[in-house]
């Protein structure tokens, strides 16, 4: 499956998500529609990824908050913590919520666990959608596990309040503004 990354994406970095594997097949991902329908689902009633709560600070303005969810399988995977999961099970998904300043959702980006997908990253099928379902990147989106290879000990999931520098940041989203709330928690914590 080809990437498909038509343009530049507000979103945050992009999140875990699982997906029943029946319907995507042993070796498969499900096309973009039918990963945005299990997206929707987890955004109307997915439980908080352990670590989680609403309105987490993101680190750009363009995630001013975010909101991490996962399925029931991602939650069991990960309850006593993202740090302690070294590799999440096939059909693991997990979807981060992307809001303005305003609390206005701006994008949804998605990560499920699709075993032979990609092996060498991790069999993570990689997505970012509008609020409205349209597709701004999907597949194996190399912008995307770039950045998530920094948290190869964590199978390329980030926990819930990982602050990177901003130096590791910036160049994923080249031109974007960092949220003030970022550089301060960075600040508060001895980092920049």
């Known amino acids: 499956m080809s990437i498909s990354h038509k343009n530049k994406w507000g979103g945050a970095v992009c999140a875990a998500m699982l997906i029943p594997l029946a319907a995507a097949g042993a070796d498969k991902a499900p096309g973009p529609a039918v990963l945005f329908k299990q997206v929707q689902a987890l955004e109307h009633g997915g ?3 352990p670590g989680s709560h609403l309105w987490m600070h993101g680190a750009r303005m363009a995630d001013y908050y975010t909101i991490d969810r996962a399925n029931a ?9 993202v740090a302690r999961v070294t ?3 096939a059909g693991s ?8 300043i305003h609390k206005v959702l701006k994008t949804v980006t998605a990560m499920l666990k699709v075993p032979g997908y990609d092996a ?10 509008k609020p ?3 597709v701004i990147a999907y597949g194996r989106v190399q912008s995307c596990i770039s950045c998530h290879a920094f948290a190869a000990s964590t199978d390329f999931t980030f926990a819930p309040g990982t602050r990177l520098p901003i130096a590791t940041v910036q160049p994923f989203f080249p031109g974007q503004p960092i ?3 970022y550089r301060a928690a960075l600040a508060r914590h001895g980092r920049s």
């Open 47 to 49: 439980a908080l990824l």
């Open 93 to 100: 998904l997990y979807i981060k919520e992307n809001f303005d």
């Open 179 to 181: 949220s003030p709330a």
């Open 87 to 89: 590799r999440f099970p």
């Open 132 to 134: 409205d379902g349209h």
């Open 73 to 81: 399988i991602a939650v069991k995977a990960a309850a006593h913590g």
């Open 120 to 129: 060498a990253d991790r069999d993570w099928v990689m997505a970012a959608y």
